[in-house]
């Protein structure tokens, strides 16, 4: 009997009789195990399990009121957080892998660190701040506004900003409609900064049985969800179809990888012999009638996925092309069905986007340069912004050099979970394609992590005593994981703190500010014009249906520079001769913004604001700490 | 049927109902948000998925855990879209479809995926010499 052992992993040379052999030993105790017993909690094995969740949580909980986010500086939020909060996380990483010493038995205790990890880094913001968390989120909340305010979808109408993709793609955001009328609150502002916190928490099963898939050993399930979460950087799981975008499709992926394992096909890997000691056996082999019922039944989480968002139906169906190259899941089928939903939804709710992306396609194709560069490439600026940036980039090497020690060292999971790999590295191709509004670069990254965490985990986990073939004895490798994973451990999630919350003064959008965007959005009339320097402050798109608008930074860096030197000169030509109003909106979180990404150069802000205000052109209407707002004097006609 | 399917079965069915009879409380009070967001998040993939019989391969039930969620929310989504594409949104409408169509899914079993069955083909067949990738 496998259960009930202290090693995770029993690497059986036999074909276990259903599947999975780390399934049946979770999900079928025998009736002696039922019998429960109250556990010694002070037994060493025992004591060492549970007390680091408890130090833990009392440090984070300690350390939350020092948390002064409201004076935050040029390093973000990394010299406001409380030695406390630093320590409650090295105390949960070591808590964390004394339990995956019992993984094998008492697989809830790493998933409970895991979640308490996600909790850790992600609930600060959610819980202490006093308004929305991501400028952008604000913009999120806009559209959910306008659809209730309209009542309807949109989709042909052309919006300032390209926003009418919002009433294209429209499904998170009515989704959220009937949320917030349903909640009783005013707005989505209410909730959304709990966003990240939501999608981790439905997003941690999902991971898990993806990796259970692949892998029989809990130890490496769960560090591999471990370093998901670290990894995860990149701030794509606020309040945004994407981030629920992400879910779904790793949802179908693995219901794919499951249930559509083609007969025959697995070979030599249906022998445990062939397989890694931690590998999971390859699912059972399905009919085609089964499969198609299964496609079926996926029909409407792909539905939802296309009613969602724009770009992930192509990152599912470049991963479905991708696991189409093997003989395991060759289902031509459930990728045409993708790929059928996908265009119907693109060539009716999504036509005046996707005709214009198609006609895009001409100049960027090919375009790799450009294609996968961060926005618009400015050069960070700032201790925290420059720390964050590095801290980025060390991250993404680190991940995927892990990972790559892992393709080359352990082969045989690679062999089996080589469907897996092949979905991780497919959307990489698609840099040759488009920028996706100077995005591409993080969802190339984020789709895929996913496969590049598991990978990584493998390279620190290592294969139980006496298992495994290979130049490095297993004493010698289980000595050598046993330092490198608390340390990696513990160095990834030091750099999440820099890589997540680095730029965080650009992030925090103080009410004030707020307010004072709001009430000029309010009341200035319809068809007004709003020019700020970037996009990237709170309530920017309050109104969007209703407003047009022009972020003047928003250009390549050297039109940023002529504009600095005669702002008025440079602004003036463009501006709206019809009497419509225009309003200069300058905002703190702006200043932030353009500085740290670079957009501006030092004091680029200051000078373009005063000489606004001192142009006799623009008057200042109303003003605070933490902004500016002006009106253009259109010179009188004749 | 055994009795704890039936009172899966009706408190999903239920749930939806419940969630709805909340909205009716002023404010945005817990008592208020939390129902419907339980409801919203869980319920209709709840439905879809239990009760699964008993004869499931193991890893069945890590399976619908796991699927519970995002089942849910893409039905929710579908949805509030419709309801928006055929100009008959609320949050009246977007509760009682999918109260309904959870209480509908909840007379069925729940959606047992082929390689969850038992009936999996060549599951005792000797697997071909040769590779597969």
Same mark, same amino acid.
């Given at each position: 009997m496998q259960q009930r052992v202290p090693t995770p992993v029993q690497g059986s040379k036999q074909q276990p009789p259903d599947g999975p052999a780390g399934e049946q030993t979770a999900d079928a105790p025998t009736k002696g195990a039922r019998r429960w017993s109250r556990p010694d909690l002070i037994q060493p094995q025992i004591l060492f399990t549970w007390l680091p969740l408890v130090i833990a949580t009392a440090l984070w909980v300690y350390s939350l009121p020092h948390i002064d986010y409201r004076h935050m500086d040029d390093w973000g939020l990394l010299d406001q957080l409380p030695a406390a909060f630093y320590l409650s996380l090295a105390v949960l990483t070591g808590g964390f892998v004394v339990s995956l010493r019992r993984a094998g038995t008492a697989p809830w205790w790493p998933g409970l660190y895991s979640v308490a990890l996600l909790f850790a880094l992600k609930a600060p913001t959610a819980i202490l701040y006093n308004s929305v968390r991501y400028p952008w989120s604000s913009k999120h909340d806009a559209v959910v506004n306008h659809l209730l305010a309209n @009542? =309807?979808? %949109?989709?042909?109408v052309p919006l300032s900003g390209n926003m009418a993709a919002y009433d294209q793609w429209p499904g998170f955001f009515t989704l959220n409609a009937g949320l917030v009328r349903a909640f009783g609150v005013d707005t989505a502002a209410s909730y959304l900064n709990w966003a990240s916190l939501f999608y981790g928490v439905v997003l941690i099963p999902v991971l898990v049985l993806i990796y259970r898939t692949f892998a029989e050993d809990w130890r490496l399930v769960w560090t591999g969800v471990w370093i998901f979460e670290v990894a995860n950087w990149v701030g794509q799981d606020y309040f945004s179809p994407q981030g629920m975008a992400l879910i779904l499709d790793l949802a179908v992926l693995a219901v794919v990888f499951r249930h559509f394992v083609r007969p025959g096909a697995a070979g030599e890997l %249906?022998? %445990? /012999?062939?397989?890694?000691?931690a590998a999971a056996s390859i699912p059972p082999p399905t009919t085609g009638r089964q499969r198609a019922v299964c496609i079926a039944i996926l029909a409407p989480l792909i539905a939802a996925i296309n009613f969602t968002h724009q770009l992930t139906p192509v990152m599912l169906c470049v991963a479905l092309f991708a696991l189409n190259l093997t003989r395991r899941y060759r289902n031509p089928g459930l990728l045409v069905v993708t790929a059928v939903i996908m265009l119907i939804w693109d060539v009716t709710m999504g036509r005046p986007l996707f005709v214009e992306t198609l006609a895009s396609l001409k100049e960027s194709v090919g375009n790799l340069l450009n294609n996968s560069r961060a926005g618009y490439a400015g050069e960070l600026t700032g201790p925290g912004p420059v720390l964050q940036g590095r801290a980025d980039v060390v991250m993404v090497l680190v991940i995927a050099g892990l990972a790559a020690v892992a393709v080359v060292l352990r082969r045989k999971l690679v062999k089996s979970a080589l469907p897996l790999l092949l979905v991780s590295i497919a959307p990489v191709p698609l840099f040759a394609v488009n920028d996706y509004g100077g995005e591409m670069l993080f969802r190339v990254y984020l789709f895929g992590l996913p496969g590049a965490a598991f990978f990584a985990a493998a390279a620190l986990v290592p294969a139980a005593a006496g298992q495994g073939k290979g130049r490095i004895r297993p004493v010698v490798r289980r000595r050598v994981a046993a330092v490198a994973l608390p340390l990696v451990l513990v160095l990834l999630v030091a750099g999440f703190i820099p890589a997540y919350y680095g730029k965080e003064r650009m992030y925090y959008t103080p009410p004030a500010e707020t307010a004072m965007v709001t009430k000029v959005l309010d009341n200035a009339p319809k068809g007004s014009m709003i020019l700020a320097v970037t996009g990237s402050f709170p309530q920017a798109l309050h109104r969007y249906d209703q407003l047009e608008h022009w972020y003047? /930074? =928003? @250009?390549e860096e050297p039109q940023n520079a002529i504009m600095l030197r005669d702002p008025v000169g440079y602004l003036e030509p463009q501006l709206p001769k019809d009497g419509r109003p225009v309003y200069f909106v300058l905002t703190r979180t702006q200043d932030f913004y353009t500085a740290g990404e670079g957009l501006l150069p030092a004091g680029g802000f200051a000078e373009l604001k005063a000489k606004l205000e001192a142009s006799p052109k623009f008057r200042v209407i109303d003003g605070n700490a933490y902004g500016t707002v002006l009106q253009y004097v259109a010179p009188r006609p004749g | 049927m055994t009795l704890s399917q039936t009172h899966v079965r009706v408190t999903v069915a239920l749930s939806g109902w419940l969630a709805l009879a909340a909205t009716a409380l002023p404010g945005a009070s817990p008592a208020r948000w939390i129902p419907v967001l339980l409801f919203v998040t869980l319920g209709p993939g709840f439905a879809l998925l239990y009760p699964q019989p008993g004869t499931l391969r193991p890893g069945a039930r890590l399976e619908a855990l796991a699927l519970v969620a995002p089942l849910s929310l893409s039905f929710g989504a579908l949805m509030s879209t419709c309801l928006f594409l055929v100009h008959g949104f609320s949050a009246t409408a977007f509760l009682i479809s999918l109260a309904a169509f959870s209480t509908v899914a909840c007379a069925f079993p729940g959606l047992p995926l082929p390689a969850a069955t038992r009936g999996a083909v060549e599951r005792t067949k000797r697997a071909k010499p040769g590779a597969g990738r």
């Open positions: @009542q =309807e979808l %949109r989709p042909g %249906r022998s %445990r /012999a062939n397989l890694d000691p003047v /930074a =928003e @250009q | -």
